[in-house]
């Protein structure tokens, strides 16, 4: 009975570990509120900054609460997972011809020196 009880929290216990999840190519992400990065790890003595709303990241490995991500100037560090959401993506370029115009020819000035011959009635 002690033996299928060790077994049973064995398993409970090993089901709760995740593993971490380790991106082949960085998955683009946006910061969604004011988060703390910390370079040394989530368990530093206190953040050394904070990423804006709106920061994007490259986000390379998750685990259970924190992220490692990549910012656009190259640093790296951990945010909270709970921080960032998936990027919205970008809209795909969309090649512009410029509309044609149509060429309205230029009417011709009367030549006002040329007397006519006959003068409209007054």
């Not at 992400?29 to 904070?50: H, T």
């Amino acid at each position: 009975m002690r033996r299928r009880e060790s077994l049973f929290l064995a398993s409970v216990f090993l089901a709760g570990c995740a593993a971490p999840e380790v991106f082949s190519e960085p998955r683009e992400c946006v910061v969604r509120r004011e988060a703390d990065l910390y370079c040394l790890g989530p368990a530093q003595p206190g953040p050394p900054e904070k990423l804006p709303r709106g920061t994007f990241v490259h986000t390379l490995r998750k685990d259970s609460a924190y992220s490692f991500v990549k910012l656009g100037d190259g640093r790296t560090g951990y945010l909270d997972s709970s921080c960032i959401a998936p990027a919205p993506p970008t809209a795909p370029a969309v090649p512009f011809d410029p509309p044609e115009t149509l060429q309205i020819p230029e009417p011709v000035p009367p030549d006002l020196r040329e007397v006519p011959a006959e003068l409209p009635p007054l």
